[in-house]
């Protein structure tokens, strides 16, 4: 059996990760949506042991640490 295909959004706008969700969950398509509001906290889960999604998308506007300071932290 196949594993669901693992998406993360990274949002700090919760309204926006739903939108997200609502245009890229087909119906044929097996999906696990995985949303959280900071860098940090996403960071923070990997380090401890959490998988990487198969599909990341990283808002690049967001207080405290943005799309593209988590993208470099997630490359090291």
């Known amino acids: 059996m196949n594993r669901p295909f693992r998406l993360m959004l990274i ?3 919760y309204a926006d ?3 997200a969700e609502e245009a890229l969950n087909y119906p044929d398509m097996d999906c696990e949506f995985t949303f959280s ?3 940090p906290a996403v960071l923070e889960s ?3 042991g959490a998988r990487l999604p198969d599909l990341l998308l990283l808002d690049i506007n967001m207080p405290v640490m943005n799309g593209f ?3 470099k932290v997630i490359k090291r």
């Open 11 to 13: 949002d700090d706008n």
């Open 46 to 48: 990997f380090k401890a």
């Open 17 to 19: 990760c739903l939108l």
């Open 37 to 39: 509001e900071s860098g």
């Open 69 to 71: 300071e988590v993208l």
